[in-house]
């Protein structure tokens, strides 16, 4: 399994498909891999990874997947002992230092 630490958080993959995310709480990432890197494009929190990430509006409108110039990614922090206040905090935090470039209203 891969792995990638976002914001001191080890989130598992980065994964091609949201269909490789699980059904469990926790937060998601999308990524946008440019080159051989990946910029965060998205931070969210969910009682279900796997629903939340296939609804995500980045991943259903083709004109922002086209101003993102790459391809998309997706990792999990899969979290189903923590609380949604807490995993709310998480994400904040996440956003904060990462300053992601879609869902930071």
Known sequence: MNVMTISGYTFDGPYSSVADLCD???????????DDGYVLVSVE??????????????????????????????AMYPTPSISQTIRESIRNEIRKECLPIYGCN
Do not use: N, W
């Open 45 to 74: 929190e969910a009682s279900s990874i796997l629903v939340s990430a296939t609804k995500h509006p980045v991943v259903h409108d083709s004109s922002i997947q086209r101003k993102l110039h790459g391809k998309l990614a997706f």
């Open 24 to 34: 469990k709480s926790g937060l998601y990432a999308i990524l946008c891999m440019i």
